[in-house]
T-cell receptor, first 113, second 118 residues
């Protein structure tokens, strides 16, 4: 079975400050890892994904994440956030066997002026 | 590319009626579609997985007779909430994944459908 833990339910941060949203996972098989963003009353938009290869993954809107297999983590980072980054962020894990995604509980990023 | 649409975006219905939600992949063929449910301020919970031309696979605790899923083509899946009750009110989100040339393992999500049962 797979599971995803997002350690922080809310992360308040000031505009132009750096941010890290934490994600840890557990799985008995090789995984694919994703970060999605959800704006109010909308579906999920893919930010970035790790399928294989380089462990540092760059995504849209200036976000990046690093896959750390030994620590089973896939933390999301942005060096300088904007007000428009205020949203809910979900980490998800998938594998070739099950094919569906298992989502974390989400982290609410609140960017303050 | 890889756009998924849902219709309707929101629906209000009376208790006891049935509601159909459509999920379409607009620019790729979706070999697999997923239906999720999201309660306010919570994460997405997988309801079922559907592959084109075969019966859907439901997650434990999801009533297959209540949530009917049809995946009749490679671009369309429908979720019908039968005899809806107020506790079925939720945000329903579909996602689709195609073959290797359509993003492979990546799931693309629709904008969601908000259902309110009175």
């Amino acid at each position: 079975a797979q599971s995803v833990t997002q350690l922080d339910s809310q992360v308040p941060v000031f505009e132009e400050a750096p941010v890290e949203l934490r994600c840890n996972y557990s799985s008995s098989v090789s995984v694919y890892l994703f970060w999605y963003v959800q704006y109010p009353n909308q579906g999920l938009q893919l930010l970035l994904k790790y399928l294989s290869g380089s462990t540092l993954v760059k995504g849209i809107n200036g976000f990046e994440a690093e896959f750390n297999k030994s620590q089973t983590s896939f933390h999301l980072r942005k060096p300088s956030v904007h007000i428009s980054d205020t949203a809910e962020y979900f980490c998800a894990v998938g594998d070739t066997g099950r094919r569906a995604l298992t989502f974390g509980s989400g982290t609410r990023l609140q960017v303050q002026p | 590319g890889a756009v998924v649409s849902q219709h309707p975006s929101w629906v209000i219905c009376k208790s006891g009626t049935s509601v159909k939600i459509e999920c379409r992949s607009l620019d790729f063929q979706a070999t697999t579609m997923f239906w999720y449910r999201q309660f306010p301020k919570q994460s997405l919970m997988l309801m079922a997985t559907s592959n084109e031309g075969s019966k859907a696979t439901y997650e434990q605790g999801v009533e297959k007779d209540k949530f009917l899923i049809n995946h009749a083509s490679l671009t369309l899946s429908t979720l019908t909430v039968t005899s809806a009750h107020p506790e079925d009110s939720s945000f329903y989100i579909c996602s689709a994944r195609g073959g290797r040339l359509a993003g492979g393992e990546t799931q693309y999500f629709g904008p969601g459908t908000r259902l309110l049962v009175l």
